[in-house]
């Protein structure tokens, strides 16, 4: 889906194109089955390709072979990325750490932390104070609609809002990751009884 990619290859497929020249190879793709639709697509069109920085020529058998070889590096070195991008996050979440994301109604963000916010902050106990008062998502958004009390979205009150402030560990001071909950580094808006009771 990258723009200039697809601009590109309109060129080649309507003639435009002799030779494509990358800096290295995987600045043109890093999937293995990608590059091998690409690759379909060059000769169907008589396009060559060409990467500065390695030896590849596409018109020798050992050419093509080091080609896939590259290919394969390439994403494996993605892969690894990715998984090291993955297992970062869940360690940070497992210490309580707030990792972006939305940030939830009575919060806001300060250098990668969560703060309670001094206006919506002090709102949160209320919500909770009120639905085991009457039991009602619905009364409790209704009477946050009546003070002019917006979403963190600046949208109404409904249901689903109400009930997603009551199901968010992070008031309670928790980090939710996988179905665990972890000692968040941020402060709790609700007591545990409170939440409990909710």
């Known amino acids: 889906e990258r723009p200039a990619l697809q601009r590109l290859l309109r060129d080649a497929a309507n003639g435009l194109v002799d030779i494509i020249v990358v800096y290295k190879l995987d600045r043109l793709s890093r999937s293995i089955m990608d590059f091998a639709e690409l690759s379909k697509k060059f000769d169907e069109w008589e396009v060559s390709f060409c990467s500065v920085t390695q030896e590849i020529n596409t018109s020798t058998s050992s050419g093509r072979m080091m080609l896939n070889i590259l290919i394969t590096f390439a994403q494996f070195e993605r892969e690894v990325i990715a998984e090291r991008i993955r ?32 206006e919506t902050g002090r709102l949160v106990p209320e919500l909770f104070e009120r639905f085991v008062k009457c039991g009602s998502a619905r009364q409790v958004a209704r009477e946050m609609n009546d003070r002019g009390i917006l979403t963190r979205q600046k949208k109404k009150w409904a249901t689903a809002h109400v009930y997603r402030v009551l199901n968010n560990h992070t008031y309670v001071g928790e980090v939710l990751y996988k179905g665990e909950c972890y000692p968040g580094e941020h402060q709790a808006l609700v007591s545990r009884e409170l939440w409990d009771h909710a």
């Open 87 to 118: 297992d970062k996050m869940s360690a940070s979440r497992k210490r309580g750490q707030w990792i972006g994301g939305t940030i939830p109604f009575g919060y806001r963000a300060q250098d990668r932390h969560l703060i309670p916010d001094e």
